[in-house]
């Protein structure tokens, strides 16, 4: 297959089928969790229930007292992934382009040279947090082979999407093409993996401080 078939198969039949996956996928699991439902709670509510997930979904976001001291890369690394990956995925214009062709909707998007420095600096924290789990033992001890392939999927887009803008590697069809078909591998596996995080977290904090705040308890 010429680089163009498969650049055109990427853009194509492969995006289809990775979103419809995706799209599927996403719609189970959180079915799977709704369905499991919880015990009714008949004691009478001591505070809003509703104020103290919010509170919690807030506060979890704040590194706990001391871990700034204790794992400041952790933290700080974390949080550089999270926001340039964001930063990247929704202000890049040529990704931009792409969700104005699939739904219609168009928005300012940043100058090359910021999503460039969102990009490295992803990448760099990635690689950073990477290394940080290789090397401390209980990190090490704690991680599985899903843990690896999460970080693996997570970071090829960011990778290959740097090297096709660049013209690195691989001529740039052929590195266009491997970096769609990156985004359709994280698109498939991210309803199956860790990575469904992306859409449970605030939800799953919200929750949990929700019923702690009905029991008054701080959360």
């Given amino acids: 297959m010429t680089a163009e078939a498969l650049l055109a198969w990427a853009r194509g039949p492969g995006m289809q089928i990775a979103l419809a996956v995706f799209f599927l996928g996403i719609t189970v699991r959180i079915v799977e969790m709704l369905l499991i439902g919880r015990a009714p709670d008949l004691a009478a509510p001591r505070k809003s229930g509703v104020a103290a ?50 739904w219609g909707i168009r928005w300012p998007g940043l100058p090359r040279s910021l999503i460039d420095l969102a990009a490295i600096l992803s990448i760099g924290a990635m690689v950073a947090l990477l290394v940080h789990r290789l090397v401390d033992p209980v990190r090490r001890f704690l991680s599985r082979s899903g843990d690896y392939f999460a970080w ?6 960011l990778i290959t999407g740097y090297f096709a ?26 309803p199956f993996t860790k990575l469904i995080h ?16 009905r029991k008054g308890v701080a959360s």
């Fill in 198 to 213: 992306t859409f449970t977290l605030f939800l799953s904090r919200w929750y949990n401080g929700a019923i702690a705040g």
């Fill in 165 to 190: 803008t660049h013209h690195m590697l691989l001529p740039y069809t052929q590195m266009l093409a491997v970096h769609i078909l990156s985004i359709e591998l994280l698109l498939i596996v991210l």
């Fill in 152 to 157: 693996t999927v997570t970071f090829l887009p």
């Fill in 53 to 102: 997930g919010w509170r919690t979904v807030f506060h979890r976001s704040l590194p706990t007292p001391g871990m700034l001291k204790r794992s400041p890369l952790v933290f700080v690394g974390g949080y550089i992934f999270h926001l340039g990956f964001l930063i990247v995925l929704v202000l890049s214009v040529p990704h931009i382009e792409l969700f104005h062709g699939v």
